[in-house]
């Protein structure tokens, strides 16, 4: 579906406020329209005889009555149009952004691999903004115009006929230009577009990275590559400038000089005749008319510069909408007893590129399951599908013997958890990230969860307790209050399957005893697993897979694989410094 057809749906949405201010500007314009006419009639019919016929008070105070009534109902219903137009496009971006919010959510995290999130913000904010500005501005504007101009081409018609023929050789000369404009500003339009998202991603980065910028001292670096990005976008906006300026003032003045210099040849010849019968009013209306066709025409050309940003965010938009996701589904599957068996799993994210290779083993209901291996072995990926995250490449995951693709994400997920390795927490407080807002998490039940894990001992020095404010990722908290508030959120949702990916890599060893613990009530009547770069935490686990280049190369318990006498045994002597 092309992208005027879709923002036309959407307008359909709210068609009544916008058909209503369309309607009361198609009033207001006529009421302008008329007031040359009144005053013909003024200068005519009394100014004009005055000395012959003496002057109608009464019919002169009825015209200018009119003519000031007039130009009042314009003003109020431009007035009443305007809001009501504003408030159908703040209706329509209001719409619009909530369905691209929504469908972000359904995006597979594939999508996000290769897409900064500063530039999805950029088409939320941005791009619907500008949308919002074609609903409000362009659409008043055009409206309005192409009104006002069709009115004074009637009323040039009745005038004069002739010199209305004249005036309509404007038409074609500022559509041709249209066209013109719309090809060269497309391009620079697209660009711009590009390099704001671009600036909004590089912003996002930065903030996001900013200890790390500073602690390596790359600021001048982040700062370069932020002004040639900006620098870029400076350059296409002045080109963009340069063509805005040539169409707005110089086009506009040059037409109405030729159209002035025209209607004074045409009168000037007329009255070199015999028959030469124009009236002073008539001189005074045309006048006025070619005066006033010149501010539409105007307006229209100055819009054409916001009609091209606003048909290229709205393709960036639909370009985002377009994209396949997965709606989100709210049916209930039976609790999984946590049965999970993965059947010669291969796995890549780039085509025939396979981080995982034959993976095949399975995790009875209750065991502990520990992944270990060098950095890019394999073992975040299992966690990934097993998650669904993404989908296998060939073989299959069950759970209770039932595959992973019979049900939703949404379904499935409802009954695992995860504590990543650095717990992400939300803006709000300690409770809210610990039932995330869930009501089916009541606030006994957060405080039991808590309790459980320990989190008392680190959380107790806070002045509000679990009601302490919480800023975006939690950056006030130390990791070791950060990774218990996620183990409490993990245990507040009971899963049958608990994921830990690296869950005691960042904090120290006072905390440590605490986790463990926190770890031994989490597993308890779940299945779990494990990824851990210290072996020493997982010496327990039923089973221990070593994976190395996406192949589980040794399995088995902890004394078995010692016994082994490989590549976990080697690991583990490493990290005991024998």
Known sequence: MRTRERLFGY?????????????????????????????????????????????????????????????IIAAIFRYIQAILLNNGANRIIQKMRNDVYEHVQTLPIRYFDNLPAGKVVSRITNDTEAIRNLFVTVLSNFASSIMMILGIYIALFILEWRMALIALALVPIILLWMVLYRRIASKYNHVIRSKVSDMNARINESIQGMPIIQAFGREKQMQEEFEKT????????????????????????????????????????????????????????????????????????????????????????????????????????????????????????????????????????????????????????IMNLLFRFYDVSKGQITIDGEPLANHSRQAIREHMGIVLQDPYLFTGTIASNVSLNDPAITRDKVERALQAVGGERVLRNLPQGIDEPVIEKGNTLSAGQRQLISFARALAFDPAIL??????????????????????????????????????????????????????????SHEELLALGGRYAEMYELQAGE
């Open 499 to 556: 994921i830990l990916d690296e869950a005691t890599s960042n904090i120290d060893t006072e905390t440590e005893e605490m986790i463990q613990h926190a770890m031994d009530v989490l597993k308890a009547g779940r299945t779990t697993f494990v990824i851990a770069h210290r072996l020493s935490t997982i010496k327990s686990a039923d089973k221990i897979l070593v994976l190395d280049a996406g192949e589980i190369a040794e399995s088995g």
């Open 230 to 381: 900006n620098d870029e976008h400076y350059r296409y906006q002045n080109k963009l400038l340069v063509l805005d300026a040539a169409t707005s003032f110089n086009l506009v003045e040059t037409l109405q000089s030729v159209a002035l210099l025209t209607f004074i040849v045409y009168f000037g010849t007329q009255s070199l005749g015999p028959d030469f019968g124009v009236s002073i009013g008539l001189l005074y209306a045309f006048v006025d008319y070619i005066t006033r066709i010149f501010s539409p025409v105007t307006n229209i050309v100055n819009q054409l510069s916001h009609l091209e940003r606003a048909n290229v965010a709205s393709e960036r938009v639909f370009s985002l909408l377009d994209q396949k996701g997965e709606p989100v589904d709210d049916k209930k599957i039976t609790r999984y007893e946590g049965n999970v068996r993965f059947e010669h799993v291969w796995f890549a994210y780039k085509e025939e590129e396979y981080v995982l290779k034959d993976i095949d083993f399975e995790a009875k209901k209750g065991e502990t399951i520990a992944l270990v291996g060098h950095t890019g072995s394999g073992k975040s990926s």
């Open 11 to 71: 307008a359909k949405l709210y068609k009544k406020p916008l058909l209503l201010g369309l309607f009361l500007l198609m009033i207001a314009v006529a009421a302008d329209v008329s007031g040359p006419f009144i005053a013909k009639r003024i200068i005519d019919d009394h100014i004009a005889t005055a000395d012959t016929t003496g002057i109608n008070v009464k019919a002169l105070v009825l015209l200018l009555a009119v003519f000031l009534g007039l130009a």
